[in-house]
């Protein structure tokens, strides 16, 4: 993360503001800023929305309160960032990351209107030229899944027909992304067609975070960047100064060992547990055993997302029997669909820390709850995509 960088407008810009109209937070929000893209939640009062739909607060940082993180050779060389050739957009699914991303890349973001017949039709208009551009646009389809799907082919197409020169759709959450292979017969495959019809809608590539399984990048006929997370989850646990020796990396089923030996290796080589889970049917888990030590410890459990949480915190309760003294969530997709917040806020976790990939609704805040802004990471690697630089450099 260290080699993140930080695009900045220059001084003789002739607009007052490098991007769309934000407020500081106001304070009587219920949550604390503890560190920069940090959002730490401890109450229940309403946030500001967007488009209709609650949001986080987004903390507004200076030259002056800038994390060393976000330091790079790019700034210090002052690198004009003026780039009329590429257009950033966002649909209404998650607005207030894309603004984040567009003050992290120094550029404003792409006006476009999103309107509804009355009958529930979506209807998108790009208001400024996009000819020959680099055009990325952010939308998670996440819920409602099937209105952020259609809004994101809508956009495509828009785009496609102003005569784009590439089209981009960065894509934070995929949703559809676990129907990736058939476990029974006469079963849909729900990860391969919504790849086609992206294609379909014009889409000259996809930028996605953290997919449920590699294979899902297969299923696109088109350039993928796979964008991990963990570097943002990784940064945020470093700084709370727990001892290598005391913590144990945990993987909620054998599905994502993969993903826990990566990030175990990465927070200080950290022995791994695994957690045997059965699953009886959809949304319904069951905890059968535990593979490895954890008395004593502090167990991070790493998962790609946490829908219903019944596999984290069945796992969790096994975790806590075997003598764990700690245990930490981590996820990057807070999808928390019923009845996750009784469970994750029941006191299992010591923490529950989630990436922002999808908006936090506000009856889904609770005090364990820490969310970590991917507004960095995405913004870095859009650059990097226009400057036709290596994006898994960045994880090196």
Known sequence: ?????????????????????FAPPPRSLP?????????????SEPLETVNGRPSLPFPILDEHSQPKLMHSRRLENSVNTSDTRLKLF???ANLALAKEVAWYMGIELGKVKI??????????QLKESVR???VFIIQPTSPPVNEN???LFLMIDACRRASAKTITAVIPYFGYARADRKTQGRESLAAKLVANQITAAGATRVLACDLHSGQSMGYFDIPIDHLYCQPVILDYLARKGIASSDLVVVSPDVGGVARARAFAKKLSDAPLAIVDKRRHAHNVAEVMNLIGDVKGKVAVMLDDMIDTAGT?????ELLHEEGAREVYACCTHAVFSPPAIERLSSGCFQEVIVTNTIPMAVKNLFPQLTVLSTANLLGETIWRI???????SMFQ
């Open 115 to 124: 309107s509804r017949f009355a009958d529930g039709e979506i209807n998108v």
């Open 132 to 134: 020959g551009c680099d």
């Open 31 to 43: 949550c604390r800023i503890s560190l920069p893209f940090t959002v730490k939640c401890n109450g």
């Open 386 to 392: 226009h400057d036709d630089d290596s994006v898994s």
């Open 312 to 316: 984290i915190t069945k796992g969790a």
């Open 1 to 21: 993360m260290a080699s993140m960088a930080l695009r900045c407008l220059s001084s003789s810009s002739s607009s007052t503001s490098f991007c769309p109209t």
């Open 90 to 92: 966002s649909g209404t």
């Open 149 to 151: 799907l259609m809004e």
